[in-house]
């Protein structure tokens, strides 16, 4: 089994979730087809609990929220977030332990929907090597 992340990029206005209910490509839809969205998205994170592939999952606080720790001079040093005036934020994760790399690609093109950007990428082993 290989682990791996999806993160969620996502910038709704206002910050909250689900991202959905705060995202234009969502309000413009009718109220059948986000039940539709919602229904699916909600059997596909069952499918994945079922079969052991979805070990966890959150949903983050605002951007602005966030308290930055980098190393200057010498010592860290605290700044308040976002981390970059980007356009969309880490809304989210949902780590899945998969039998490959295929099945880790299907399943983030089902997570991907409108407005939003899904990242995958492996996880790493304790100790930094890759699996």
């Known amino acids: 089994m290989v682990k791996y992340v999806l993160m969620i990029h996502s910038n709704p206005q206002p910050w909250g979730h689900p991202t959905s209910d705060y995202l234009p490509e969502y309000q413009v839809m009718s109220k059948e087809q986000l039940e539709r969205l919602n229904a699916d998205f909600e059997t ?6 079922e079969k052991g592939e979805l070990l966890g ?14 190393w200057s001079d010498g010592k860290p040093l605290v700044t ?18 998969v039998e490959s790399q295929a099945r ?5 093109a089902r997570f991907a929907g409108p407005g939003e950007t ?3 990428r492996p996880a790493m082993w304790p100790g930094g090597s890759d699996q």
């Open 118 to 120: 899904v990242e995958l």
């Open 80 to 97: 308040d977030g976002p981390y970059s005036e980007a356009k969309e934020h880490l809304a989210g994760f949902f780590l899945i332990d």
């Open 104 to 108: 880790a690609e299907e399943i983030a």
């Open 57 to 70: 999952g959150e949903a983050l606080g605002a951007p602005e929220s966030s308290r930055l720790y980098r």
């Open 44 to 49: 596909m994170l069952g499918e994945l609990r």
